[in-house]
T-cell receptor, first 113, second 111 residues
Framework: GENVEQHPSTLSVQEGDSAVIKCTYS??????FPWYKQELGKRPQLIID?????GEKKDQRIAVTLNKTAKHFSLHITETQPEDSAVYFC????????????FGPGTRLSVLP | NAGVTQTPKFQVLKTGQSMTLQCAQD?????MYWYRQDPGMGLRLIYY???????DKGEVPNGYNVSRLNKREFSLRLESAAPSQTSVYFC??????????FGPGTRLLVL
């Protein structure tokens, strides 16, 4: 089955700097890669997603890149702000159903003022 | 439009007690999921229902049962709670090939 690794497990950046979180996946048939942000005590919320037919997607300060050959995808946050502090989870899925939707272990991002 | 709702928000059980966690969604999604989240372990899939009338085991199904009552509702039952089931439980729903949307979670403490 699918296995998703995520690095780093913790990341601290100065406000205004960029943050990059990288995930690797094992199943070459995976074709959907969402990213979730989870603030302390809250539910995970989708922030951006990408499909395998696209190499990059941007939404304001957030971007995701996908390298299908290397089987990795990354989340890029520019001009970080204190409210970006949270745990970020990546996931990989073949068809968004059950067993094929696997989450990475998470990255705790701290944005220091 | 409430999205995904869960009850209760918090529950304390004694070892051996049973309880049912309720989940409902109003987004007309076909698929629903139950996850547990433990510190440092991310989200682990317990059971899922790809469509009304079907359920399947996920990564960690032991000790749990589920019921897809109708398209809107998906419940998770602990028949005999154990301390190892202390966790935060999230329900989620999705439409095919689209992102999952999560409920607010249920914090369960088993003594």
């Amino acid at each position: 089955g699918e296995n998703v690794e995520q690095h780093p497990s913790t990341l601290s950046v100065q406000e205004g700097d960029s943050a990059v979180i990288k995930c690797t996946y094992s199943d070459s048939a995976s074709n959907y890669f969402p990213w979730y942000k989870q603030e302390l005590g809250k539910r995970p919320q989708l922030i951006i997603d990408i499909r395998s037919n696209v190499g990059e997607k941007k939404d304001q300060r957030i971007a995701v890149t996908l390298n299908k050959t290397a089987k990795h995808f990354s989340l890029h946050i520019t001009e970080t702000q204190p409210e970006d502090s949270a745990v970020y989870f990546c996931a990989a899925s073949r068809d968004n159903y059950g067993q094929n939707f696997v989450f990475g272990p998470g990255t705790r991002l701290s944005v220091l003022p | 439009n409430a999205g995904v709702t869960q009850t209760p928000k918090f529950q304390v059980l004694k070892t051996g007690q049973s309880m049912t966690l309720q989940c409902a969604q109003d987004m007309n999604h076909n698929s629903m999921y139950w996850y547990r989240q433990d510190p440092g372990m991310g989200l682990r899939l317990i059971y899922y229902s790809a469509s009304e009338g079907t359920t399947d085991k996920g990564e960690v199904p032991n000790g749990y049962n589920v019921s897809r009552l109708n398209k809107r509702e998906f419940s998770l039952r602990l028949e005999s709670a154990a301390p190892s089931q202390t966790s935060v439980y999230f329900c989620a729903s999705s439409e095919s090939s689209r992102a999952q949307y999560f409920g607010p979670g249920t914090r369960l403490l088993v003594l």
